[in-house]
């Protein structure tokens, strides 16, 4: 089985992520015919691939220096502080605008999950 540079893989993943929010933005546009739902599904999105690629650079950071815990640490409580705040912005709103929020959220885990699949597939192929 061929290896595939980290870099192709992240790539992969976020544009993966990118065409799945697409098709859930034109999907909640179509059903719900509210424009305020598509920026709160995107608003979630986004915080999605903005903590993804926080975790990357930091996880990489720690590893390459053998130090930098407290940064690790600290990104991460900042993530949950602004996933926070806008879950609390949001929620004052309505009720479907936080399941919006959270499926927003979870593009990314989809997204990570097709490409888990994708490697099952292709290791299916290879043979190995």
Do not use: H, N, W
């Amino acid at each position: 089985m061929k290896k595939e540079k980290s870099e192709i893989l992240i790539r992969r993943i976020f544009v993966r992520g990118l065409i799945l929010s697409l098709l859930i933005i034109l999907t909640i546009f179509i059903f719900t015919k509210s424009l305020l739902y598509c920026i709160m599904f995107s608003v979630g999105s986004g915080i999605s691939f903005l903590g993804y690629f926080l975790m990357i650079r930091v996880v990489d950071r720690v590893i390459g220096k053998r130090k930098g815990i407290g940064i690790f640490l600290l990104t991460g409580l900042g993530k949950l502080v602004l996933i926070s705040a806008v879950f609390i912005l949001i929620s004052r709103y309505s009720e479907p605008a936080v399941l919006f929020y959270l499926l927003g959220l979870s593009v990314i885990i989809f997204s990570i999950v097709g490409e888990g699949g994708r490697q099952v597939f292709r290791s299916f192929k290879d043979g190995t």
